[in-house]
């Protein structure tokens, strides 16, 4: 009886040896000590080599990247490129990502003589377009850039044949999709289209039916799900002063200290508390280093390199980290700020626990921040364990953004002992109208009395407390009466000016201008219709009397 070949292939681990891929590449792929493929890997690698289009959905961490990078090494190793039209496109969300692919093509295809390019801003567009120039196998690069160059005129894109857009949802979160339409529309339509992604939000699955042709769908994990082997932890810090930035950065620290943190991420939601935590930590004598977006790529790149030698244990990054980082052996990820999209939860996270491996992942959040964790644990599906840390005060989240608006003083919410309910001015704030003035023990059953008259007597209009009407206020002035009648001494007011007048003699009857600043001479009488136009009268210059001699003719 013939054995099922499905059955033995459960019981047996599959290897890259049978996969299809050529010796050569088995040889580097072995040398870079991987065995074994993943599950993303042993389903995408095969239909890319059959040159079907594919819309490969993964948990980050999963090794999607060896999953089209291996085979588009055997397929273009049968070629050669031209110059300034590169035969293969990689896009890439961030330059951290596309360094990383490009360090993969190294490392995979180094026994194959293949061009590689690398469009990424914060650098020489000159050194990149001499590379162009020489003709590239593969092309990695990111949408801006890309369309920099090709807006240059030295970048031809009609000659692709595999194209691969990788991390389609955070291109969708970071608004490249417009740049990314674009360039599929430069690009052959006789292509192989690769589109990978971590989730797969409904907008993504628009432009796969936009941009594939009856592709093979491959999904080996739930999207939007982090990985079994990270351990979850949340601790709710109470709230304190400056948005409890104070009290979360005592939670880290305790965090740093309970934990053997071998080397972690911490991310913040804002560039701007990117700084404060890293000089926080600075302070405090950890060696830590800090990554955002608005570094230039020199600075991005020492701190990255430095971080994965391990001669930085701690990184503070914003989301710009999030995807790129491939370092499989990262023990912690610390959430500063709970994210305020629930995928990138996911994404932060999936930095640890990679390749199997296990790894502990904290978030610290505040009171208000309910909304937020609501959707993160309705998107992975399971409620993240509340801990505990020591000397830090935790509190309970709260779900209702109303309440905790009214708690923060938010704008455009009362709250008790305050005028406006708000810290800012106008609408809602200290200074802002106050539609009920009567103080908040008044008795709200009496009338509101009205404003005494402020009369020149000054006696009827009182001051002191809101109900004390019984002293006068000694340094009351009485406003000036209005004073109709003519006063030569004082100045014409606006009340005393005579209303607009129509007609044709407005002008005549019209005041003169108080504010006038010289006193005009008497109007000249007009000027006949009819009167001749005098010139210089009788004088007639000297110039014009003199004798001009006549030149006599040759």
């Known amino acids: 009886m013939r054995r099922n070949p499905a059955v033995r292939w459960n019981k047996k681990l599959m290897s890259f040896a049978d996969l299809q891929l050529s010796e050569t590449l088995l040889r580097a792929v072995t040398d870079a000590g991987y065995v074994n493929p993943t599950p993303i890997q042993e389903q995408a690698i095969p239909v890319v080599l059959m040159g079907r289009d594919i819309l490969g959905c993964a948990q980050t961490g999963t090794g999607k990247t060896a999953s089209f990078t291996l085979p588009m090494i055997d397929i273009l190793a049968a070629g050669r490129a031209k110059a300034r039209m590169p035969r293969s496109l990689i896009l890439e969300p961030t330059r951290e990502l596309a360094a990383q692919v490009a360090d993969n093509f190294d490392t995979y295809g180094k026994h194959h003589k293949l061009a590689k390019a690398l469009i990424i801003g914060g650098e020489s567009m000159a050194d990149q377009i001499k590379v162009l120039e020489r003709g590239a196998d593969v092309l990695i690069a990111t949408p801006g850039r890309l369309l920099d160059v090709f807006d240059r005129g030295r970048l031809l894109l009609n000659d692709v ?32 289209t690769l589109l990978f992604s971590a989730t797969m939000p409904p907008a993504i699955r628009k432009l796969a039916d936009a941009f ?89 790149t020492d701190v990255l390199d430095r971080f994965k030698a391990g001669d930085l244990r701690l990184l503070v990054c914003s989301d710009v980290a999030a995807r790129g980082l491939d370092i499989s052996d990262m023990s912690h990820v610390f959430n500063f700020d709970v994210p305020t999209s629930p995928e990138d939860y996911v994404h932060r996270i999936g930095r640890t626990g990679r390749a199997g491996r296990s790894g ?132 014409l007011q606006r009340a005393d000016r005579p209303q607009h007048i129509e007609g044709p003699d407005a002008a005549a009857q019209r005041p003169p201008s108080a504010g006038s600043r010289r006193q005009r001479g008497p109007a000249r009488p007009p000027r006949e219709v009819d009167t001749p136009v005098v010139g210089m009268g009788d004088h007639v210059p000297a110039f014009l009397l003199r004798d001009v001699p006549l030149r006599k003719k040759a």
Do not use: W
Request: charged residues 35%; aromatic residues 2%.
């Open 161 to 192: 044949r595999i194209l691969v857009i990788d991390e389609a949802d955070r291109m969708l979160d970071m608004g490249f999709i417009p740049d990314v339409e674009r360039i599929v529309s430069l690009v052959s339509r006789m292509r192989q």
């Open 212 to 300: 594939l042709s009856n592709p093979k769908e491959i999904t080996v994990a739930p999207p939007s799900t982090p990985a079994e082997t990270v351990t979850q932890g949340l601790i709710v810090v109470a709230h304190g002063g400056m948005g409890g930035l104070k009290e979360k950065r005592e939670a880290l620290r305790r965090l740093i200290e309970g934990e053997e943190v071998r080397n972690a991420l911490i991310f913040c939601n804002r560039k701007r508390d990117v700084g404060v935590v890293h000089r926080s930590l600075t302070r405090h004598g950890y060696d830590v280093g800090l990554l955002h977006g608005d570094l230039a790529q020199s600075q991005r």
């Open 360 to 491: 502990r992942a904290f978030t610290i959040a505040v009171p208000e921040d309910g909304k937020y964790v609501a959707l993160i644990e309705k998107l992975i599906g399971k409620t993240i364990p509340r801990i505990n840390v020591d000397t830090v005060e935790v509190a309970e989240l709260e779900e209702d953004d109303r309440a905790a608006r009214r708690r923060r003083g938010g704008r455009g919410r009362p709250v008790e002992g305050r005028a406006g309910g708000g810290r800012g001015r106008g609408r809602g704030g200290d200074r802002g109208v106050v539609r009920d003035e009567r103080p908040a023990h008044a008795d709200r059953t009496q009338p509101i009395r009205p404003h005494a008259d402020r009369s020149a007597s000054g006696e009827e209009f009182r001051a002191g407390n809101p109900g004390d009407q019984t002293k006068p206020r000694e340094d009351y002035r009485p406003r000036r009466e209005h004073r109709p009648e003519a006063d030569p001494e004082r100045p």
